[in-house]
């Protein structure tokens, strides 16, 4: 059976400045939405579904505000955001939670093909994101498998799939449509982070002209020196684990003094740290359900000492190089985009930046990050994608069947080969695979 991948993925216009004085009346200001097209079209043209942006951005501020928390607008700059969860879902998580723009880690292993775009996953997916929702989504890309299951890939079969994938991207989107790469799961590989064989990918940025992000250890944390040094043009992006930090806290610190280009993401992910656990990844079970329950639990009691450790572990960071943090979520569970979890933790986020210095708040906020990476995207482009509308949820016969075909192994990690198979035999039947 195939096995999910995970999910995990410019200026500042002078509208912002008209917010600020109105960050804690808790109004909301919702985008237009996409006009539906009509049913029993083969081909949808999106063009038809995306309207011009405003010429300003309109600020979105919280309908969920918190007593002493900062709340103005957030840009979420760690997000795994995946494929296939359901966009307006998504985008309603953000709207109710200030959240006005973020950069997203989006995933396909099979190399894009322009007559095979759906909007359910893949790089039709993305585009429909950003055609949908203009101005807030900054897309980086990676194959959608990282960790420990990808190091014996790493290097010339790993930058091979970047690559191509990257190429067949351009061809159908542009050269200004994916902005970076990652993020790159480098903490979970044995080798060093600066091994010839990561430095590949590195390459393929900067001959891009993208930036990339990446999570690096403690006791290999003197290579993203090196590497921030030797990309000097290409912005890029770190977290770390709560004990790495720990432990690595004063050279991470002057590592963002000493390079103008390396920036540190604060991820609600791992504010959310319990008895040494990150619990949004500690609590997922089988069902969503079983998931949401297990974190609200383990959240909501430990809650004060969950908020005011992380006060203490991140605060000398901030005040060290408030110009250098940035926050995101982290978020890639699909249960943690449930609207109980995800408002707990922007409601953590929120109270974790307002005991910052007020002076820093709007920088962790969202300053910082829209300095560096702007506003989300543009792209107007007309791409025709295959209606799915009347597409019926795939059955584990026809499932299965499409695995055979494709000789699809019990493994995370398909070769390009079978997921693009993979993908052309649901095509062929008609049907979504909704758990892929």
Not at 156 to 184: D, P, Q
Not at 208 to 223: E, G, R
């Amino acid at each position: 059976m195939r096995k999910s991948v995970i999910f995990a993925s410019v200026i500042l216009v002078a509208a912002i400045a008209l917010g600020f004085y109105f960050y804690n009346s808790g109004s909301g200001n919702s985008l237009g939405e996409e006009s539906p097209s009509s049913e029993g079209q083969i081909l949808e043209n999106s063009s038809k579904q995306t309207e011009a942006p405003e010429e300003a951005f309109k600020i979105i501020y919280p309908e969920l505000t918190y007593e002493g928390a900062y709340n103005g607008p957030l840009y979420a700059t760690s997000e795994q955001v995946g494929e296939g969860y359901p966009i307006d879902k998504y985008f309603s998580n953000l709207n109710k939670n200030g959240v006005n723009w973020l950069i997203g880690f989006y995933t396909f292993s099979g190399e894009p093909k322009e007559n095979n775009l759906i909007k359910e996953n893949g790089l039709g997916y993305v585009i429909s994101v950003v055609q949908k929702y203009p101005r807030r989504v900054v897309p980086f890309y990676n194959p959608g498998f990282g960790g420990e299951e990808v190091e014996p890939l790493v290097g010339e079969e790993l930058t091979a799939i970047y690559s191509r994938n990257l190429a067949a991207t351009k061809s159908i989107v542009g050269n200004n449509f994916i902005n970076g790469l990652g993020e790159i799961e480098t903490q979970e590989w044995g080798i060093a982070h600066n091994n010839p064989k990561v430095i590949q990918l590195f390459d393929l940025a900067e001959s891009n002209n993208i930036n990339f992000m990446l999570h690096p250890v403690a006791s290999k944390i003197d290579q993203i020196d090196q590497i921030a040094k030797a990309y000097p043009n290409q912005k890029i992006i770190i977290h770390m684990y709560r004990e790495d930090l720990d432990n690595g806290e004063s050279k991470v610190i002057k590592i963002l003094q000493e390079n103008e280009n390396i920036f540190y993401s604060i991820d609600a992910a791992h504010i959310a740290y319990s008895n040494k656990r990150d619990i949004v990844y500690e609590y997922e079970k089988s069902t969503i359900e079983e998931s949401k329950s297990a974190f609200i639990s383990d959240f909501d009691s430990n809650y004060n000492k969950i908020l005011n450790d992380a006060v203490s572990d991140y605060k000398p960071l901030v005040e060290a190089v408030p110009n250098k943090v940035m926050w995101g979520t982290e978020a890639g569970p699909v249960y943690t985009f449930e609207p109980e979890v995800y408002d707990r933790l922007i409601k953590i986020s929120r109270e974790f930046i307002g005991k910052m210095p007020p002076e820093h708040q709007e920088l962790l906020g969202y300053k910082n990050a829209l300095r560096e990476f702007g506003e989300g995207i543009i792209f107007e482009e007309e791409i025709e994608f295959i209606d799915t509308k009347l597409w019926a949820e795939c059955t584990d016969a026809e499932i299965n069947e499409c695995d055979g075909q494709c000789e699809i192994p019990d493994a995370d990690v398909l070769t390009a080969e079978q997921e693009s198979c993979f993908e052309e035999c649901l095509i062929a039947k008609q049907c979504i695979d909704s758990g892929g």
